[in-house]
């Protein structure tokens, strides 16, 4: 039976991943934080729930111990959204943006190789659209997946003597419970923002509310995810990035055409209220 860590396996994508190869013939360790999710987790047949805090470096480097000895994939799913404009944000909350979506997802990879390495396995990281295209407000979560997919195509690049494929998942938008609780999360950060930005960014924290909310009813099924994540592992070549819809190859495709100052002024429209 094929073998894969999936990380941040406790809620949302990661769960779902998860629970579909487990049952199409895989044996999934799955990495979670919550004792509430890690015992649920264990519930599924061919789940070993795994305690991991993918940011506690001596539990990463622990964490062969807790895997078989050849494993044939790896998930790095696990991650958080920071968002706010770029002069709001907090620098520890921009030093833990990078922690849990740059350096982490490069540990947990790091410390799983020698056993990937023995089965020509695969390694898979959760990007995003806006690893592609950043959109104001999301300034920190796009560079940090900006990051995440130029290590990603070194890793590429770098494995190919020993046959190791690497591959990014770019999905938009997916209804997911992290979606499911956008504005939420909107209003907590405009709510801690200091009171001068506040006022300063009170159009644009507007806005940005405004197309959060018709983008959280374009949200795809999380199956597209799920999907790209079963090719990427199994495919016999696999693909270098897989974006999940077609409103993402459009926005792909007209910000790499048009002119950097157009595109601006289209996102800056987006993003204000009058």
């Not at 950060?189 to 959280?216: F, I, K, V």
Request: aromatic share 4%; net charge positive; charged share 20%.
């Amino acid at each position: 039976m094929r073998s894969v860590l999936v990380t941040g396996a406790g809620r949302g994508i990661g769960r779902a991943i998860t629970e579909h190869l487990s049952s199409h013939g895989w044996e999934v360790y799955a990495a979670a934080r919550s004792d509430s999710a890690l015992q649920d987790l264990d519930r599924l047949p061919h789940v070993n729930a795994v305690p991991l805090d993918i940011t506690d470096r001596d539990a990463v480097a622990a964490l062969p111990d807790q895997l078989p000895e050849r494993l044939d994939g790896v998930v790095n799913n696990a991650g958080i959204i920071v968002n706010g404009p770029v002069e709001g944000l907090h620098l520890d909350d921009l030093s833990r943006q990078f922690d849990v979506n740059v350096t982490a997802q490069i540990a947990v990879t790091k410390a799983v190789l020698p056993l990937i390495r023995t089965t020509r396995g695969r390694v898979v990281f959760m990007s995003s659209v806006s690893g592609l295209i950043t959109t104001p407000g999301t300034g920190a979560y796009s560079a940090s997946k900006y990051a995440i997919e130029s290590l990603a195509d070194a890793l590429r690049i770098e494995l190919r003597p020993w046959h190791i494929a690497v591959s990014l998942i770019e999905p938009g938008p997916i209804r997911t419970d992290m979606w499911g609780d956008i504005l939420v999360e909107h209003d907590r950060m405009a709510s801690a923002l200091d009171h001068r930005h506040r006022e300063l960014y009170a159009a644009h924290l507007a806005g940005t509310r405004q197309l959060l909310g018709r983008m959280q009813k374009l949200a795809a099924d999380p199956k597209k995810v799920v999907t790209a994540v079963e090719r990427a592992l199994t495919s016999k070549y696999p693909k270098r990035r897989y974006l999940l819809d077609n409103l993402s190859r459009v926005q792909k495709l007209v910000v790499a055409l048009s002119p950097t100052p157009l595109n601006d002024a289209v996102l800056a429209a987006a993003t204000t209220r009058s």
